[in-house]
């Protein structure tokens, strides 16, 4: 158990909807990064928030938004979803030295 | 533009085989490269490299760092099934106080009985 808790573990849903991914990172840690794997993929690397501001942006399509929370807790929401945007959804978190990463949401959009 | 290439993509090795596994960055602010399995979920994590030349090693699996040439290697001798996963590697450097982690795509490794 890595300590980071990501929630739902599945998610099934039609295009044109807007779901939230929700992310605890391990106790202590400021640093939040979202990730996305489609199948077969590496790991696309789509934002990074710390202590509650963002830092980082990188493949993140303007649908997709996060934030981070005064309780470190981050959240990734995603709207107007297509089939394209169906995949793992990773949150890892870090302080200082490797990050842990959660079990990811599979995300299926239908 | 930081990168972080992978090779080869996929590899298919019978057990026992010994396979290397290559990553090589071009980062800014580079901190340390770490090195990841991933199997069915969450990526976990193997290695962390900070300085040229020193060898981590840990059971069958080892890893090294050249940052002059800028890349790694890991290596996993007499190869068994269970380590069939994607290895990933990752550079983490230092963006405005912070740190930032850029994946490779991963390399699949499949270990054949």
């Known amino acids: 158990d890595s300590g980071v808790t990501q929630t739902p573990k599945h998610l099934i849903t039609a295009t044109g909807q807007r779901v939230t991914l929700r992310c605890s990172p391990r106790?202590?840690?400021?640093?939040v990064y979202w990730y996305q794997q489609s199948l077969d993929q590496g790991l696309q690397f789509l934002i990074q928030?710390?202590?509650?501001?963002?830092?980082a942006k990188g493949n993140i399509l303007e649908r997709f938004s996060a934030q981070q929370f005064p309780d470190l807790h981050s959240e990734l929401n995603l709207s107007s979803l297509e089939l394209g945007d169906s995949a793992l959804y990773f949150c890892?978190?870090?302080?200082?030295?490797?990050?842990?990463f959660g079990q990811g949401t599979r995300l299926t959009v239908v | 533009e930081d990168k972080v290439v992978q090779s080869p993509l996929s590899l298919v090795v019978h057990e026992g085989d010994t396979v290397t596994l290559n990553c090589s960055y071009e980062?800014?602010?580079?901190?340390?490269l770490l090195w990841y399995k991933q199997e069915k979920k969450a990526p976990t994590f193997l290695f962390m490299l900070?300085?040229?030349?020193i060898e981590k090693k840990s059971g069958r699996l080892s890893s090294i760092l050249d940052k002059k040439e800028l890349f790694s290697i890991l290596n996993i001798t007499a190869t068994q099934t269970g380590d069939s996963a994607i290895y990933l590697c990752?550079?983490?450097?230092?963006?405005?106080?912070?740190?930032?982690?850029?994946f490779g795509t991963g390399t699949r490794l499949k270990v054949l009985a």
């Open positions: 900070t300085s040229s030349g």
């Open positions: 928030y710390y202590n509650g501001e963002e830092r």
């Open positions: 980062v800014t602010n580079f901190r340390s």
């Open positions: 890892a978190s870090s302080g200082r030295g490797e990050a842990f």
């Open positions: 106790s202590g840690d400021l640093s």
């Open positions: 990752a550079v983490e450097a230092s963006d405005s106080g912070t740190y930032k982690y850029i």
